[in-house]
């Protein structure tokens, strides 16, 4: 069966830091991935989706950028974080419509 | 513009009885609808889907209903339990390209089911 994993679960980083939050599946192959966004009291933002290694497609421009390096590997960083960057993080992935979620990545940037 | 649109932001019912949660869309060009639980500080659960070529789709308590005419998907829950008591969001996919789909959430409902 698949799992996907996340990691860190909870991230407290000061305004300017930089950012990386890492998304790994396991049992399948060649997965679309996705990082999406859920800020307080909001909906699911999708951030950017990747259909192979080192294809990123963005789907809202900002200070964050995503790069797959390894077939089940996704990765979220940036370089200066931003207190609008606070929020719940969110990993996935996809061989239909259908997507399944990791655990999450609480962020609170102060 | 939001394409997908869960207008109650809340819902509250009683252990035992209906919970129904409802979705509305625009686009006409979404073939696939899904609905998802979440619980805080979680991600999101794939709960049922249905294709847009049927009009219900049932597993155990949850059936989905579309409406296409109206554009309109419903979530039914019955009976209600008090674990049942979480955000769902409704989501429409379209297909984008090659092995990826374009998938829209509205904002949620959050359910509270009480004993």
């Known amino acids: 069966s698949q799992t996907i994993h996340q990691w860190p679960a909870t991230l407290v980083q000061p305004v300017g830091s930089p950012l990386s939050l890492e998304c790994t599946v396991e049992?399948?192959?060649?997965?679309?991935l996705y990082w999406y966004r859920q800020a307080a009291g909001r909906g699911l933002q999708l951030l950017f989706y990747s259909i192979g290694i080192g294809q990123i497609s963005s789907e809202v421009p900002q200070n964050l950028s995503a790069s797959r390096p390894q077939d089940r590997q996704f990765i979220l960083s940036s370089k200066k974080l931003l207190l609008s960057d606070s929020g719940f993080y969110l990993c996935?992935?996809?061989?239909?419509?259908?997507?399944?979620f990791g655990p999450g990545t609480r962020l609170l940037v102060l | 513009d939001q394409q997908v649109k869960q207008n109650s932001p809340s819902l509250s019912v009683q252990e035992g009885r209906i919970s129904i949660l409802n979705c509305d869309y625009t686009?006409?060009?979404?073939?696939?609808f899904l609905w998802y639980k979440k619980y805080p500080a979680e991600g999101p659960t794939f709960l049922i889907s249905?294709?847009?070529?049927?009009d219900k789709n049932e597993d155990g308590r949850f059936t989905v209903f579309l409406n296409k005419s109206a554009k309109h998907l419903s979530l039914h829950i019955v009976p209600s339990q008090p674990g049942d008591s979480a955000v769902y969001f409704c989501?429409?996919?379209?297909?984008?390209?090659?092995?990826?789909?374009?998938?829209?959430f509205g904002k949620g409902t959050l359910l509270t089911v009480n004993p």
């Open positions: 996935a992935w996809s061989a239909s419509s259908v997507r399944y």
């Open positions: 686009n006409s060009m979404f073939d696939y």
């Open positions: 989501a429409a996919s379209v297909p984008s390209g090659g092995s990826n789909y374009k998938l829209t």
């Open positions: 049992g399948t192959s060649n997965p679309n």
């Open positions: 249905i294709s847009s070529i049927k």
